[in-house]
Every structure is written in structure tokens, then in C-alpha cells.
């Protein structure tokens, strides 16, 4: 059985068209995998900026804690100026009381004594 050179050139040529389409559907599948896992990563990659973005939107700088330590370090400070104050009026009422009670334990005496 002989072949044409024609017959045989169409039939190789046949062949390397099936050929190219299987191939070039093979790498468009490729592509489209490829290109889902990417965006699959890009999808991992951009939750995970969102959560940096997010703790960052929450946490003070150094300098914002700095301020409000030393906004409580004054409170703190004017709350133990208040508690001796209060602690150095109530030894001032004391000494008043006792000084009170000694003069007129002192009347009584001299008052004992002239009478």
C-alpha cells in the first residue's frame, strides 16, 4: 500500500494541529490553575495586611503612652498631695483638741487652787 506524499504531508500536518490543540488547551488549563492559586495567595496575602492594618489601627505609639502615663503619674500625685493634706488636718484637729482639753484642765486646776 502506497501512500501519496500529499496524503501523508496532510496527515502529519493533521497530526501536529491535534497535537498544538491539545497542547495549547494543556497550557491554557496550566494557566488557569496557576492563575487561581495566585489569587488565592494574593487573596492570604491581602487578609493578612487587613490584620496588620487592624492591630496597628489599635495599638498607642510611644509616645501616646508616654502622655498617658504621665497623665496619671500627675493624678497620682495630687492624689497622695490630697490624702496628706487630709492626714495633716486631721493631726492639726488633734493637736487643737488636746491643746483644748489641756487649757481647760489647766483652768480647772488653777481654779481648784484659788478657790
Known amino acids: ?6 496524503d ?6 493533521a497530526d501536529l494541529r491535534a497535537y498544538i490543540d491539545t497542547r495549547f488547551s494543556e497550557v ?20 493578612f495586611r487587613l490584620a496588620l492594618k487592624d492591630a496597628s489601627s ?13 497623665r496619671m503619674q500627675i493624678t497620682i500625685d495630687e492624689l497622695n498631695k490630697s490624702r496628706w493634706t487630709l492626714a495633716g488636718m486631721a493631726s492639726q484637729k488633734s493637736v ?3 491643746m ?9 486646776s488653777v481654779l481648784k487652787i484659788f478657790v
Open 8 to 13: 501523508h504531508l496532510s496527515e502529519r500536518i
Open 58 to 70: 489599635l495599638t498607642m505609639s510611644r509616645t501616646e503612652i508616654t502622655a498617658a502615663l504621665d
Open 28 to 47: 491554557e488549563k496550566s494557566t488557569s490553575l496557576a492563575s487561581s492559586a495566585l489569587g488565592q495567595r494574593l487573596d492570604g496575602m491581602n487578609e
Open 96 to 98: 487643737t483638741i488636746a
Open 1 to 6: 500500500m502506497e501512500v501519496s506524499l500529499r
Open 100 to 108: 483644748v482639753i489641756s487649757i481647760a484642765s489647766l483652768i480647772i
